[in-house]
């Protein structure tokens, strides 16, 4: 993964003096030294936070000095507050508070009591052993199937829409990640599959994408009756195909087989042409899967963790579906 930066001047400072200013105080010992070595790997700042009656919130703030991180900053702030006043059913979106943009940009959104989420250290897959994964197809069915209440409102925010091209960007960007996984003979093989179905990816990018929905994403509220899915950081929200959010997904619960087949399945029940899913599904997987593989090996070469087992399933998957 790229480092980011360069970034904003007087960053750490400005973050101080903002939640200083606004009675924010961190809600855990907050390790200054430590703040540096981390700008490397952000384009944003995230923490929990604590206000002066000591209700909980998620801080978020722009560090990144880029027009391009700014766009998509704002993108993650106004898409949640557009999608909050239209109350579609099963689509929950964080609740975004307060919003500054001087003299940095920053929100919060409060915080969920839960322990039903996590990344893609397991934590998350735990919790969906007990949890029903009709919330998160109904989830993102709602936002899928209400592309064109949504888009056509007034004052609805440009997003991007991913085109076939694009795809095959992103694919030659992370294929360094297969190096010594797949041979160069698949490699170039998996190219022409993208050129051959150009045409296909873009015709059918056609509803709204999440665009990130790894499970770090996605808060699970089991207090509440039934239990409620949040979806969070909207920062990649695009165009794109009807697979696409749920071959990310499906891609980070690697360790889980029984839980990837049950979304898979549970998602296709919701689409009426199930052959041009199942397609596109696999187009997919040939994108997102060398991603994933990269975020693996990032945080292996920081935290020392192994991946070993989930990067061979999604590589035996990767060559499979690009055959």
Do not use: C
């Amino acid at each position: 993964m790229p480092k980011f930066g360069p970034f904003l001047p007087n960053i750490k400072k400005s973050i101080y003096d903002v939640l200083e200013r606004n009675e924010l105080a961190p809600d855990f010992y907050f390790d200054s030294d430590d703040f540096y070595k981390k700008l490397e790997t952000q384009r944003f700042f995230i923490m929990p936070v604590i206000d002066a009656n000591n209700d909980k919130f998620i801080f978020k703030a722009r560090i990144e000095d880029h027009l391009s991180t700014r766009i998509i900053f704002d993108r993650e702030i106004k898409f949640p507050r557009f999608i909050k006043k239209l109350n579609i059913p099963f689509l929950n979106v964080p609740d975004v508070k307060k919003v500054e943009y001087h003299p940095i940009e920053w929100y919060i959104y409060p915080y969920i009591e839960t322990d039903a989420s996590g990344d893609v250290s397991g934590i998350f897959e735990k919790h969906l052993d007990h949890f029903p994964i009709q919330n998160i197809v109904m989830a993102i069915s709602a936002l899928q199937n209400n592309t064109k209440n949504i888009t056509s409102r007034e004052g609805f925010i440009e997003i991007p829409r991913r085109s076939g091209e694009e795809f095959m960007e992103l694919f030659d960007e992370f294929k360094h990640s297969l190096e010594n996984l797949a041979n160069p003979k698949e490699i170039a093989r998996t190219l022409e599959k993208l050129s051959e179905n150009k045409d296909i990816l873009d015709n059918f990018s056609n509803v709204l994408s999440h665009g990130d929905l790894h499970p770090g994403n996605i808060i699970l509220d089991e207090k509440k009756s039934p239990p409620s899915v949040t979806l969070i950081d909207w920062a990649g929200v695009q165009m794109n195909n009807r697979a696409f959010d749920i071959a990310f997904l499906w891609s980070t619960l690697s360790r889980t087989p029984k839980i990837q087949n049950e979304l898979f399945q549970e998602f296709r029940k919701t689409v009426s042409d199930s052959e041009n899913f199942d397609k596109l599904f696999d187009l997919n997987l040939i994108i997102i899967i060398p991603q994933i593989i990269d975020r693996f090996n990032y945080i292996s070469e920081h935290t020392g963790r192994k991946f070993d087992e989930q990067i061979k399933f999604l590589v035996n998957k990767f060559k499979e579906a690009a055959k």
